[in-house]
T-cell receptor, first 116, second 113 residues
């Protein structure tokens, strides 16, 4: 049973380019969460999505960042016009159902974004 | 602002000892609590979750929750060098943000042989 899959694992972009990060949840999971981990800092929530719906995007920067989870295919986190401060590890997590007391979230291996 | 605080560490214990990791949270509406382990350069791995006051045991791990004191801890018995990692405390609150987890910055644990 494959776990959460993310690609690419490493991504290098120059300032001003676009970064696209992909996440395929665990089989049977329909809820996806994106977190960012800056060097020497904790994980910070960015966005929570279900298929075709953004449930909570309160952690997303107001500009340049967007996320989607289409009916078919992986969830995508898109960062436009990247800046050096976007360099971080981006983790995707998935859970099987609507959040409740358990809300176990299982993390993918992450995408390490480096902005030159 | 919902905050999750962990003792900063690093924490160093000898093999076979009990490692005690602590976490406090600011939001009294917090409902469930998670401990993740993260090896350097790897993704967080869920160890345990707890949502009722008291203790919950799973193998060498025991999670303890005290909602009145807004405190959750993780005890690792018979610590092994393979337990050396950063341990992340995460908290889930009710309401519209039920999906999101708030993480502490983690406590780095080293178990020396």
């Amino acid at each position: 049973n494959a776990g959460v899959m993310q690609n690419p694992r490493h991504l290098v972009r120059r300032r001003g380019q676009e970064a696209r990060l992909r996440c395929s949840p665990m089989k049977g999971h329909s809820h996806v969460y994106w977190y960012r981990q800056l060097p020497e800092e904790g994980l910070k929530f960015m966005v929570y999505l279900q298929k075709e719906n953004i449930i909570d995007e309160s952690g997303m920067p107001k500009e340049r960042f967007s996320a989607e989870f289409p009916k078919e295919g992986p969830s995508i986190l898109r960062i436009q016009q990247v800046v050096r401060g976007d360099s971080a590890a981006y983790f995707c997590a998935s859970s099987p159902g609507a959040p409740d007391l358990r809300n176990e979230q299982f993390f993918g291996p992450g995408t390490r974004l480096t902005v030159l | 602002q919902k905050e999750v605080e962990q003792n900063s560490g690093p924490l160093s214990v000898p093999e076979g000892a009990i490692a005690s990791l602590n976490c406090t949270y600011s939001d009294r509406g917090s409902q469930s609590f998670f401990w993740y382990r993260q090896y350097s350069g790897k993704s967080p791995e869920l160890i345990m979750f707890i949502y009722s006051n008291g203790d919950k045991e799973d193998g060498r791990f025991t999670a303890q929750l005290n909602k009145a004191s807004q405190y959750v801890s993780l005890l690792i018995r018979d610590s092994q060098p393979s337990d050396s990692a950063t341990y992340l405390c995460a908290v889930n609150t009710r309401g519209s943000t039920l999906g999101r987890l708030y993480f502490g910055r983690g406590t780095q644990l080293t178990v020396w042989p």
